[in-house]
């Protein structure tokens, strides 16, 4: 007596209900706001058109936002996935202590984001740890802490998330360079190809499904960057990203609900392309190998 | 043989130095911690500072920290739980029947599990004023009760069980529901625990949802108290980073008792494809 079709869905329905009033409603529901001028107080919702969109292309909070976001992602995503690479090198054979440089390098990780943008608000401040080990190196810090300038804010809270992140992608590696049979490395040491040459000819380019995945799971959480925002900064000092803009005008003073989910929608297109772009040009380039 | 050594040492002096900068801002927040109450945070004051739990008796004495750790130990293992059966029976329907309505049930969970949640932040406070689940323990609850990555992980665990194990159940005379929950549970146990981890520290560290669909302190949970505290005129560094670690200390017990479970979670994402 297997499961009959009304059994097996009964099964799915908490997926079924779930997907649907948490995940397909809101998402057609935002879709369509972002067409009206509908706000918490307002009386009435009209229907605008292309109104908000075009209204967030001349708006330059939200142009700022966006330019903001893209620094963002631009700037930590090859650096976080280049040191990640060079940490799960290091740490890629057996060695003593390995574990726990292992454990160590991911620690930040599965720390949450509220308690270590909390702890680096503290270590970037005037008189910090921060600004002290950069007078030591001969840099001077901006007068009032690296978070109080907008020239630093941005740069600083991006070098605390490629921090905070560069362990749990070095795990994703790890289990990459795992995978790799050894013997494609004793084949080639016996051809007489060095080192660096195996690197190259071997270990890269076998990584580039592994290294796919982390570009393309990395950009889509960068681009919603928020938290850290929120805490450090509120979003002063040229740090604004697109989220917090998104929730600056929706959920808070006006509540502009269609103007905001108007820009959730912009952002949503924006990660789709730049997802799907890695995708095919990691692709073609396989191709090529 | 000695350049053997060298390189051996540099690689060491490399890995150390890589592990102090990943782990001295974490200590640094312990420190700050024990500091006394108002003292001065400087190098100078560090090295003969003087060390109290005054921070976290007055958390627990005259701050609301008891009920923040509360709601969020009672959100978290509410919606792990969730996860372990939901996920559970949603992942096995999909893995062992191929009706058409289960076939695109599967192409919903891989669209959500691509979809990014910025989209729903908007469409959701609005859901959970109108329905009247804003502020309450539901609009941290409710959403989160079953994943996509969860089912995704789970459904491909079970794929690897031999339905022959549900045969020989069946010809024994067990009924759907026993199979199901006495014999195909119990052997997916390794999935489960690598889910109910990943979705209890996912629950644990959350701020945005959390943030944007409670308002009042009973409800409050320790990630949005901690972000709100600081809100404050001048801050005070030192019972912010007690609160801090009092939010880190779980995660960290149960990272040291789980790690294994917690490496083959994020790595089977990856070695999938």
Same mark, same amino acid.
């Given at each position: 007596?297997?499961?009959?079709?009304?059994?097996?869905? /009964?099964?799915?329905?908490?997926?079924?209900?779930?997907?649907?009033?948490?995940? #397909?409603? &809101?998402?057609?529901?935002?879709?369509?706001? *972002?067409?009206?001028?509908?706000?918490?107080?307002?009386?009435?919702?009209?229907?605008?058109?292309?109104?908000?969109?075009?209204?967030? %292309?001349?708006? &330059?909070?939200?142009?700022?936002?966006?330019?903001?976001?893209?620094?963002?992602?631009?700037?930590?995503?090859?650096?976080?996935?280049?040191?990640? %690479?060079?940490?799960?090198?290091?740490?890629?054979?057996?060695? &003593? *202590?390995?574990?726990?440089?292992?454990?160590?390098?991911?620690?930040?990780?599965?720390?949450?984001?509220?308690?270590?943008?909390?702890?680096?608000?503290?270590?970037?401040?005037?008189?910090?740890?921060?600004?002290?080990?950069?007078?030591?190196?001969?840099?001077?810090?901006?007068?009032?802490?690296?978070?109080?300038?907008?020239?630093?804010?941005?740069?600083?809270?991006?070098?605390?998330?490629?921090?905070?992140?560069?362990?749990?992608?070095? #795990?994703?590696? #790890?289990?990459?360079?795992?995978?790799?049979?050894?013997?494609?490395?004793?084949?080639?040491?016996?051809?007489?190809?060095?080192?660096?040459?195996?690197?190259?000819?071997?270990?890269?380019?076998?990584?580039? &499904?592994? /290294?796919?995945?982390?570009?393309?799971?990395?950009?889509?959480?960068?681009?919603?960057?928020?938290?850290?925002?929120?805490?450090?900064?509120?979003?002063?000092?040229?740090?604004?990203?697109?989220?917090?803009?998104?929730?600056?005008?929706?959920?808070?003073?006006?509540?502009?609900?269609?103007?905001?989910?108007? /820009?959730?929608?912009?952002?949503?297109?924006?990660?789709?392309?730049?997802? #799907?772009?890695?995708?095919?040009?990691?692709?073609?380039?396989?191709? /090529?190998? | 043989?000695?350049?053997? @050594?060298?390189?051996?040492?540099?690689?060491?002096?490399?890995?150390?130095?890589?592990?102090?900068?990943?782990?001295?801002?974490?200590?640094?927040?312990?420190?700050?911690?024990?500091?006394?109450?108002?003292?001065?945070?400087?190098?100078?004051?560090?090295?003969?500072?003087?060390?109290?739990?005054?921070?976290?008796?007055?958390?627990?004495?005259?701050?609301?920290?008891?009920?923040?750790?509360?709601?969020?130990?009672?959100?978290?293992?509410?919606?792990?739980?969730?996860?372990?059966?939901?996920?559970?029976?949603?992942?096995?329907?999909?893995?062992?029947?191929?009706?058409?309505?289960?076939?695109?049930?599967?192409?919903?969970?891989?669209? @959500?599990?691509?979809?990014?949640?910025? +989209?729903?932040?908007?469409?959701?406070?609005?859901?959970?004023?109108?329905?009247?689940?804003?502020?309450?323990?539901?609009?941290?609850?409710?959403?989160?009760?079953?994943?996509?990555?969860? +089912?995704?992980?789970?459904?491909?665990?079970?794929?690897?069980?031999?339905?022959?194990?549900?045969?020989?159940?069946?010809?024994?005379?067990?009924?759907?529901?026993?199979?199901?929950?006495?014999?195909?549970?119990?052997?997916?146990?390794?999935?489960?625990?690598?889910?109910?981890?990943?979705?209890?520290?996912?629950?644990?560290?959350?701020?945005?949802?959390?943030?944007?669909?409670?308002?009042?302190?009973? +409800?409050?949970?320790?990630?949005? $108290?901690? $972000?709100?505290?600081?809100?404050?005129?001048? @801050?005070?560094?030192?019972?912010?980073?007690?609160?801090?670690?009092?939010?880190?200390?779980?995660?960290?017990?149960?990272?040291?008792?789980?790690?294994?479970?917690?490496?083959?979670?994020?790595?089977?994402?990856?070695?999938?494809?």
């Amino acid at each position: 007596m297997k499961w009959s079709k009304a059994g097996a869905l /009964a099964l799915a329905l908490p997926w079924l209900l779930t997907f649907g009033i948490f995940w #397909l409603f &809101p998402i057609i529901y935002s879709f369509i706001i *972002g067409f009206t001028d509908q706000q918490l107080l307002a009386a009435d919702t009209q229907w605008v058109g292309f109104d908000n969109y075009r209204a967030l %292309l001349s708006d &330059p909070d939200f142009l700022k936002s966006l330019k903001n976001t893209f620094i963002f992602v631009l700037g930590t995503i090859p650096l976080t996935t280049v040191i990640a %690479l060079g940490m799960a090198l290091l740490i890629d054979k057996q060695f &003593p *202590g390995r574990g726990l440089f292992r454990s160590g390098f991911f620690l930040p990780s599965i720390t949450s984001m509220v308690v270590i943008a909390l702890i680096f608000t503290n270590l970037y401040q005037r008189g910090g740890y921060i600004a002290l080990l950069s007078e030591m190196i001969g840099l001077s810090p901006p007068e009032h802490g690296f978070l109080y300038s907008g020239e630093t804010a941005l740069f600083s809270i991006m070098a605390m998330d490629v921090w905070m992140a560069v362990g749990y992608y070095m #795990l994703i590696f #790890l289990a990459g360079l795992k995978s790799i049979p050894r013997e494609l490395y004793e084949s080639a040491e016996i051809n007489g190809a060095g080192k660096i040459r195996q690197f190259f000819s071997i270990t890269l380019p076998l990584l580039k &499904p592994v /290294a796919l995945f982390i570009l393309v799971v990395n950009s889509i959480k960068s681009f919603q960057v928020f938290v850290e925002i929120f805490v450090m900064t509120k979003g002063k000092f040229e740090t604004s990203t697109m989220v917090y803009f998104i929730y600056e005008t929706g959920l808070t003073t006006k509540f502009e609900f269609g103007y905001a989910s108007a /820009a959730a929608y912009v952002l949503f297109v924006i990660i789709g392309v730049f997802a #799907l772009a890695q995708f095919l040009l990691f692709r073609r380039k396989q191709v /090529a190998w | 043989m000695v350049t053997r @050594i060298m390189s051996k040492s540099v690689k060491y002096l490399l890995l150390i130095a890589l592990l102090v900068i990943m782990v001295a801002p974490l200590l640094w927040m312990f420190v700050v911690s024990l500091a006394v109450p108002g003292s001065s945070l400087g190098i100078s004051s560090f090295l003969d500072m003087e060390f109290t739990l005054q921070n976290y008796t007055d958390l627990f004495r005259t701050g609301n920290i008891g009920r923040f750790l509360f709601n969020s130990a009672f959100v978290g293992l509410t919606v792990t739980l969730g996860n372990i059966l939901f996920c559970f029976m949603v992942a096995y329907t999909l893995a062992r029947y191929r009706y058409i309505i289960n076939k695109l049930l599967f192409i919903t969970v891989i669209l @959500i599990l691509m979809i990014p949640a910025h +989209i729903i932040i908007i469409p959701l406070y609005v859901l959970m004023v109108k329905t009247g689940m804003y502020d309450t323990y539901w609009a941290l609850i409710l959403p989160w009760l079953v994943n996509p990555i969860g +089912i995704f992980l789970v459904k491909q665990y079970i794929e690897t069980i031999p339905p022959s194990m549900e045969e020989a159940a069946r010809i024994d005379g067990a009924g759907e529901m026993r199979i199901l929950f006495r014999v195909i549970m119990p052997l997916c146990k390794p999935a489960l625990a690598v889910l109910a981890i990943q979705v209890f520290f996912t629950n644990w560290n959350a701020f945005l949802f959390p943030f944007i669909l409670t308002q009042s302190e009973q +409800i409050r949970v320790l990630p949005v $108290a901690l $972000a709100l505290y600081q809100g404050h005129q001048a @801050i005070d560094w030192q019972h912010l980073m007690a609160g801090s670690t009092i939010a880190v200390i779980p995660v960290l017990i149960l990272f040291v008792i789980m790690q294994r479970h917690i490496v083959s979670g994020i790595t089977s994402g990856a070695i999938k494809q």
